[in-house]
């Protein structure tokens, strides 16, 4: 099956500074990604939906300032969470699709941001 | 409210018994429906889907599920479950007014396997 990449596995960061999350697509063009958040213990929440070439679509009560998204190729995108503080500490997935709508979308292992 | 709802947050079933795990959602039209599997380390792998068709669907691994329209429910099933499929379950469902693109999952069930 198809393959999607995210790095880094988990980083810990201090409030104010702004990480960058790597989402890609390994054996595949993925014409759209995603972004999720997932908090301890809670199911996924779609952040938002990004198509290469075009600006991210954010999903209501995501600030799109804090959570830039970058679609730049069919095989990257990234999330860069600026000025981070604890409260953005969680676990943020992406996944990528080929083609169409409800084609299977593949996803990432995640990544575990902490903010000190 | 439009939602996903997983009642059983955690479920323990012995090694080759059965296995039933519950999804109901709440959309005015029949959504996509989708169940992944969630292990420690690794992402979501999607272990069947449906969209039409025969109501009973075939997965990866064993895994079967049936949808039932009356009841608007999208059970999962295996017949004999194996240790290695102590993980977290998720259903998740592809809203007709996303153009069957965006998923709402629901807030899984954790799959504990007793010896």
């Known amino acids: 099956g198809a393959v999607v990449s995210q790095h880094p596995s988990w980083v810990i960061c201090k409030s104010g500074t702004s990480v960058k999350i790597e989402c890609r697509s390994l054996?595949?063009?993925?014409?759209?990604m995603f972004w999720y958040r997932q908090f301890p213990k809670q199911s996924l929440m779609l952040m938002a939906t990004?198509?290469?070439?075009?600006?991210?679509?954010?999903e209501q009560g995501v600030e799109k300032d804090k959570f830039l998204i970058n679609h730049a190729s069919l095989t990257l995108s990234t999330l860069t969470v600026t000025s981070a503080h604890p409260e953005d500490s969680s676990f943020y997935i992406c996944?990528?699709?080929?083609?169409?709508?409800?084609?299977?979308?593949?996803f990432g292992p995640g990544t575990r941001l902490t903010v000190l | 409210a439009q939602s996903v709802t997983q009642p059983d947050i955690h479920i323990t079933v012995s090694e080759g018994a059965s296995l039933e795990l519950r999804c109901n959602y709440s959309?005015?039209?029949?959504?996509?429906l989708f169940w992944y599997v969630q292990s420690p380390g690794q992402g979501l792998q999607l272990l069947l889907k449906?969209?039409?068709?025969?109501?009973l669907v075939q997965g990866i691994k064993g895994f079967e599920a049936e949808f039932k329209r009356s009841q608007s429910s999208f059970n999962l099933r295996k017949p004999s479950v194996h240790w290695s499929d102590a993980a977290e379950y998720f259903c998740?469902?592809?809203?007709?007014?996303?153009?069957?693109?965006?998923?709402?999952f629901g807030t899984g069930t954790r799959l504990l396997v007793s010896p």
């Open positions: 996944s990528a699709s080929g083609q169409g709508p409800a084609d299977t979308q593949y």
């Open positions: 449906y969209f039409s068709g025969d109501t």
């Open positions: 990004s198509n290469e070439g075009s600006k991210a679509t954010y």
């Open positions: 054996d595949f063009q993925a014409t759209t």
């Open positions: 959309y005015g039209a029949t959504p996509y």
């Open positions: 998740a469902v592809a809203k007709p007014n996303t153009g069957f693109q965006k998923l709402v």
